[in-house]
């Protein structure tokens, strides 16, 4: 199975893919790891998103896009054009799930990572959406177990 995991901020979506086999975890590489929305407000822009994402899930073979959730209201509200980005992704023709950060650090939290981050291979900028990703794979391993 391969997860990518999303942090939108604003107008970028961050990625991070992990794959996951018989319970092991890799870090492929991939060719983009952020992406922009320039113009929110463009049906064009979003067509363009659309499509672009799209052939990144295509090329990489991704099963499963996880979307860290943000908030509606309040002081730290997600804009309306990252409601638009988020769309755009679900849209894709890939199953979808939006986690809420707190689920996520309840996953990472109860099965720590083996290895150091850096040792991953990743960008400092793409920890949240790799601890998306890997929070998403340990929900699908320990759904039938009880203590979870």
Known sequence: MRVIGVE??????VFCLLGMEDGLF???SMRQLSMTMPKLESTESIRSFH????????DYHVDHIVIIDRPQKGKFAGSGGSFKM???MQLVGVD??????TQIKEWVKRNPVQAGFDE???????K???????AYCQSTL???DEEY
């Open 142 to 144: 320990h759904t039938n």
């Open 8 to 13: 939108i901020k604003g107008a970028e979506a």
């Open 51 to 58: 499509f672009a994402f799209g052939k990144l899930m295509e």
């Open 128 to 134: 949240v959406a790799f601890d998306a990703a890997y």
């Open 120 to 126: 991953l291979g990743l960008k400092k900028f793409q």
């Open 26 to 28: 890799a870090v492929p």
């Open 86 to 88: 988020e769309a755009a």
């Open 96 to 101: 979808a799930t939006v986690m809420h950060p």
